[in-house]
């Protein structure tokens, strides 16, 4: 079993079902409206990611996000991605994390990767309620009657991965975000010439 394998095993819930990516990819259905509303793709395993640079943590992608992107599970067991605009970071601590912020931030946790919001809850909790009314209108405008309306889907992925919703992302979902995004040690790249990506929280 390799390294990335049993880091894998360590993902199981906290009633010792089969870690989510497992459950995801047994349910064609289920991986379809997690694409749909977590805005990620799962792969049927894990592969190298697609940039060809090198990672300061070494890691494989489990899936892609719209935009391109990739998230990777990186060695030390916390979640990265690796953007397609040069992009890099880490975003959550575990893959229950990274599936709770997807399924909590209708406008993408991408929006609020900034270190304004850090330091100005106010600003942040102002813009979680225009970002929000807009990613709920852009998932009834892509998707129409081809999906549950936003919060019956939303509630259905949660209690099939046994994820939990919050009522205030602002407290209760991306300080998580930000504090895996900035700790210490940074995940980042270098490509062939030696340029290093830039952080998410910029």
């Known amino acids: 079993m390799g390294l990335f394998d049993k880091l894998l095993g360590k993902q199981k819930d906290n009633k ?3 870690d989510i990516l497992a459950i995801i990819r047994k349910d064609a259905s289920l991986a379809e ?16 990611p697609f ?5 300061s943590i070494p890691g ?8 391109g992107g990739e998230y990777v599970f990186l060695e030390d067991g916390s979640i990265g991605y690796v953007g397609a605009e040069g992009e890099c970071g880490r975003v959550a ?11 909590n931030c209708a406008y993408s946790w991408y929006n609020y990767a900034e270190r304004k919001y850090m330091d100005a809850p106010e600003t942040l909790a102002r813009d979680i309620l225009k970002y929000e009314v807009e990613g709920r209108e852009q998932f009834a405008d892509a998707y129409g009657d081809d999906m549950p309306d936003y919060d019956a889907l939303r509630n259905e992925i949660a209690k099939t991965l046994n994820l939990k919703i919050s009522n205030d992302i602002s407290t209760d979902i991306l300080p998580s975000f930000f504090k895996s995004a900035t700790r210490e040690p940074l995940f980042f790249f270098t490509d062939d010439e030696g340029n290093r990506s830039y952080n998410l929280v910029r």
């Open 16 to 18: 010792g079902n089969d």
């Open 33 to 48: 409206k997690v694409g749909a509303l977590c805005n990620i793709d799962i792969y049927p395993s894990l592969q190298p």
């Open 51 to 55: 940039a060809q640079v090198k990672l």
């Open 60 to 67: 494989m992608a489990f899936g892609k996000e719209g935009g």
């Open 93 to 103: 601590e575990t893959l229950r994390d990274v599936f709770e912020l997807e399924l």
